[in-house]
């Protein structure tokens, strides 16, 4: 009776997770998260100068002492939706609406949020975490964790597919970062840590969320 009510709960639980994890084939979650970015850049660029580190770190950029000294935690989120300048935002949203369009229809809409929250927290935990390692410190800010956690998530549903998903391969997803963080280490006021650190939350939280079953079941490419 016992093994009858675990399998019964096991079952509930199955489907409860399926459904939180629903494709449609909208990439709304996508969209919004495109829509605060350029929210967020333009009315920062309308109050002063984006690409002003004091400026930025005055309205919710991630600055190590005040994270560590004053306890200003909400900054590791806050920064995930601010950039430096035009270029900044330009290519972080170029990266996002390629990337997130795949991801989100692979995992849904909610599976597909808490993803990028966690990996662009989990980026500039690491990044801040550095900073205050080695007494280096920089104003950060950028979706950048958060997309490369995109990515890594991408990264292991390649992987589970056996090298190849829709129009993405292992290799060509590999290539790709190596190159972003070859040219992150080899030029000036990039934060590598943050890219890092969202990769690697990314690619564990795309190992919990993502299930190939729900694909096989769901998708209605196949």
């Given amino acids: 009776m016992r093994i009858l009510k675990l399998r019964k709960f096991y079952l509930l639980w199955n489907e409860v997770y399926a459904m939180s994890g629903r494709k ?5 979650m996508t969209i919004i998260f495109v829509v605060i970015n350029v929210l967020v850049f333009v009315v920062l660029e309308i109050m002063g100068d984006t690409q002003n ?3 930025m770190a005055e309205h919710g950029a991630v600055w190590p002492p005040y994270v560590s000294e004053e306890h200003e935690y909400w900054r590791l989120l806050t920064a995930t939706f601010m950039h ?5 935002i330009a290519n972080n949203m170029l990266i996002l609406v390629c990337a997130g369009m795949i991801l989100e229809k692979a995992l849904g809409h909610v599976k ?3 993803l990028y929250l966690i990996a662009g927290v989990g ?9 205050l390692h080695t007494k280096d410190y920089a104003v ?3 979706a950048s964790g958060a997309i490369f956690g995109i990515v890594g998530a991408l990264l292991w549903i390649v992987i589970l597919h056996r090298g190849r998903y829709e129009s993405l391969t292992g290799k060509g997803l ?3 970062i190596v190159i972003t963080l070859y040219y992150g280490i080899t030029t000036g006021g990039i934060d590598n840590w943050g890219h890092i650190g969202g990769l690697l939350m990314g690619f564990v939280m795309g190992i919990i969320l993502y299930r190939r079953v729900d694909f096989r079941r769901e998708n209605p490419y196949t």
């Fill in 140 to 142: 950060a800010a950028g």
């Fill in 123 to 131: 980026g500039n935990v690491l990044s801040c975490a550095q900073m």
């Fill in 84 to 88: 430096f300048g035009f270029e900044h």
């Fill in 24 to 28: 449609d084939s909208e990439p709304i």
């Fill in 112 to 114: 597909f949020t808490i």
């Fill in 174 to 176: 590999l290539f790709m």
């Fill in 53 to 55: 580190s004091e400026f």
